[in-house]
């Protein structure tokens, strides 16, 4: 079977102008410079953020040095679970003031994560020793471990939890 191309059909001869006009933008594109940086699109998205989320540093924390991350006043939020801190503004809505876990803000939620448990009595003082969790059920730790796993995917890992007395 032989294949002809017959450049006298109108067809042909539109679809081989296209085809160089095609090849012929992609070899030699326009180089013109627009006059000025665009810094919006019209329809209303900004290219540049109104401003930059705050630098957030690993430190090491205490549970003094923690609580007042409790998201008052609009403030950051931090939480602990088995030594590991994780800053959770991003859930303002869950772990803020007036959030369903709000009262793990700026505490070590660790015992209360591992039995599903958002009651007061879960929380350590925080002029205490860190809990040590040695009572906790095998299924219990599997809880904690579980949260720690989606917290760890979700929000950033911003410190480590130590006794008061560590720093």
Known sequence: ?????????????????????????????????????????????????????????????????????SGRDGGRILLAINGIVFDVTAGRNFYGPNGMYGNFAGRDASRGMAKQSFDLEMLTPVDQPLDKLEDLKQHEIENMKGWIEHFSNKYIICGKLVENDAI
């Not at 191309?5 to 095609?22: C, E, K, M, V, W």
């Not at 627009?34 to 549970?63: Q, R």
């Open 1 to 69: 079977m032989a294949f002809s191309f017959d450049l006298g059909t109108p067809i042909n001869t539109a679809l081989l102008l296209y085809i160089l006009y095609s090849v012929q933008r992609i070899i030699l594109p326009p180089t013109s410079k627009p006059a000025t940086i665009p810094n919006e699109f019209k329809a209303g998205y900004s290219w540049l953020p109104k401003s930059h989320p705050p630098t957030v540093l690993y430190k090491v924390y205490t549970p003094r040095t923690l609580e007042p991350f």
